[in-house]
């Protein structure tokens, strides 16, 4: 699925849109024209703005979860938002000319979904001292106009590896990340631990899509789906893939076998794209990437922007594991063990590691 560079300014009336409007690719506010040259010269802020990662709105994911923080603040705090799309296969180039339309065109503030657009809103940044860039799930590009929204993601995956340990009759599952990069690593990392320590017997089969600097494993279904169907043809009863779009293939894999998936970032028994595997989707780690938009959104407008390190962890519930399916909560014994997982993490008496 080819996507094109959009950039969209939305009124208040159009803050209301449900995602389920634009699931995978579907109609969203009318085309921009190319990005002109950078230009430091900023006008009169027209709003919010966010340029999403590879795999677009509509991914069910991480892209919907920045999309939720920015509808919510065109709602609640009545600014107006611009939205711009990647493309396939692109270059930082492709991200600088995006951020530099943004702000040029007045949108504070700038806000990159993805550690990608750390190289490009380093550069743009500094053409843009009085606008504010946010980076998600980056921290390597610093300064005084960047607020760096980060997560304990770890923490969050330590508790699916303890759902999954518990839930599993096989006494193996798989984990299966979009890219071997060090911030999917992270979600590995604490999912393999919270099985280990579950269920010390347990088998645990990882595998990547994709490897660096090839992005494109956040963006296939067809490819998680492959994935996971290996993974269930090796045993494994509970899939837990960190991989965006692709996700919904290892979802779709894991229903159709009659087995559980662990879904990521957003709630996604709850995404309308979704509902026909609902029912297998035993619980999703959540990333609160929704708040951290809005807050960074309504720090700007308070007039205090936020910088530095911004970071949200279980003990602020800035990630969690969701429950939204009744058959988990049914399930006292895993439930149970979630919630003494979690009160250990928070009084630091379980250490997560962010690598395997």
């Known amino acids: 699925m080819r996507r094109i560079t959009r950039i969209a300014t939305v009124g208040i009336a159009s803050a209301a849109l449900a995602l389920s409007a634009t699931a995978c690719g579907g109609k969203k506010s009318s085309d921009a024209s190319s990005s002109s040259s950078s230009s430091s010269s900023e006008t009169k802020s027209a709003g919010a703005a966010i340029a999403y990662d590879v795999g677009g709105r509509g991914d069910q994911s991480f892209n919907d979860a920045a999309y939720a923080g920015l509808e919510k603040a065109a709602k609640d705090l009545k600014v107006k938002t611009a939205e711009a799309e990647p493309t396939e296969g692109e270059s930082e180039a492709d991200k600088v000319q995006r951020l530099t339309e943004l702000a040029r065109k007045g949108n504070n503030p700038v806000i990159g979904v993805g550690f990608s657009y750390a190289p490009a809103i380093e550069k743009v940044a500094k053409k843009f001292p009085n606008t504010t860039f946010g980076i998600i799930d980056d921290t390597s590009k610093t300064g005084t106009n960047i607020a760096n929204l980060v997560f304990n993601e770890e923490q969050g995956s330590y508790l699916a590896g303890v759902a999954a340990a518990k839930a599993s009759k096989s006494g193996t599952v ?3 990340g979009g890219v071997e990069v060090p911030l999917i690593k992270k979600f590995q990392a ?6 280990k320590d579950t269920n010390p017997n347990a088998k645990v089969l990882s595998a990547y899509l994709t490897q660096p600097p090839d ?3 956040f963006a296939k279904p067809d490819l998680g789906k492959a994935t996971a169907k290996g993974q269930l043809d090796g045993g494994a009863d509970v899939i837990y893939a960190a991989a965006g779009l692709a ?3 290892a979802i779709e894999a894991a229903s159709t076998a009659g087995k559980w998936a662990i879904g ?3 709630d996604q028994y709850n995404q309308p794209g979704l509902a026909k595997y609902k029912d297998h989707i035993l619980t999703s780690v959540t990333k609160d990437v929704s708040l951290s938009v809005y807050d960074l959104i309504k720090s700007v407008k308070d007039g205090k922007p936020e910088s530095g390190e911004v970071r949200y962890g279980l003990d602020k519930n800035g ?6 399916n009744p058959k988990y909560k049914e399930m006292t014994d ?3 063990a979630v919630e003494k997982a979690k009160a250990d993490i928070i009084a630091k008496k379980i250490t997560v590691k962010t690598a395997p």
Do not use: H, M
Request: proline letters at 0%.
């Open 215 to 217: 992005f494109s494993g």
């Open 247 to 249: 996700g919904s293939g």
């Open 319 to 324: 990630v969690g594991l969701a429950d939204s």
């Open 174 to 176: 798989g984990f299966i």
């Open 334 to 336: 895993v439930t149970a």
């Open 264 to 266: 990521v970032d957003s």
């Open 190 to 195: 604490g999912f393999e631990q919270g099985v």
